[in-house]
C-alpha cells in the first residue's frame, strides 16, 4: 500500500513539474503580448497628450488595475524566470532609448520594438504550442519510470 502511494505521489510530482515548465511558456507569450499592448497604448498617450514613459506606465496601470495580469510592473518582469535574456535586454533598452530621446522620434522607436517584440509574441507562441503538451506527457514519463526503477 504504501509503495502504490508512493508511486502515485511520484507520478503527480513529476507531472506537475512538467506541467508548471508549460505554463511558463504560456506565461512568457502572455507578457509578450502584454507588453506590446502596452506600448501601443504608450504610443498614442506620449504623441497625444506629451506623457513622460513613468506617467503613462502608472495610468496603465491604473486603467487595468482590476486586472492583475495586465498591470506593467517592469521590476519584476525583468526577474523573471520565463523571459529569455534577449527579451530582458529588449525591454531594457526600450527605456534607456525612450529616456534620452524627444517625442519626435519615441513615434519610430515604439513601432521598431513593436515590430520585434510581435517577432517574438510568435515564437514564443510556437515554442508554447510545441513544447507544452510535451513537457507534461515528459513529467509523467520520467515519474512513471522512477517508479519502475525503484519497485
Known amino acids: 500500500m504504501i509503495k502504490l502511494i508512493g508511486s502515485i505521489l511520484i507520478i503527480f510530482s513529476s507531472f506537475l513539474l512538467g506541467f508548471s515548465k508549460s505554463y511558463e511558456l504560456k506565461e512568457r ?3 509578450i503580448n502584454n507588453l506590446i499592448t502596452f506600448l501601443k497604448f504608450a504610443k498614442t498617450e506620449i504623441i497625444s497628450t506629451r506623457n513622460t514613459i513613468n506617467q503613462v506606465i502608472e495610468k496603465y496601470n491604473n486603467i487595468n488595475k482590476h486586472n492583475s495580469k ?3 510592473n517592469f521590476e519584476e518582469s525583468l526577474k523573471c524566470s520565463y523571459l529569455k535574456s534577449t527579451e530582458k535586454n529588449l525591454i531594457i533598452n526600450f527605456f534607456n532609448i525612450v529616456a534620452t530621446s524627444s517625442i519626435l522620434e519615441i ?3 515604439i513601432d521598431d520594438y513593436i515590430r520585434q517584440l510581435n517577432e517574438l509574441y510568435i515564437e514564443a507562441k510556437q515554442e508554447y504550442y510545441k513544447n507544452a503538451k510535451l513537457f507534461s506527457i515528459l513529467g509523467a514519463l520520467c ?3 522512477i517508479c519502475i526503477i525503484l519497485f
Do not use: N, P, V
Request: aromatic share 16%; no cysteine.
Open 29 to 31: 507569450s502572455y507578457f
Open 70 to 72: 495586465k498591470i506593467i
Open 107 to 109: 513615434d519610430q522607436i
Open 143 to 145: 515519474g512513471i519510470s
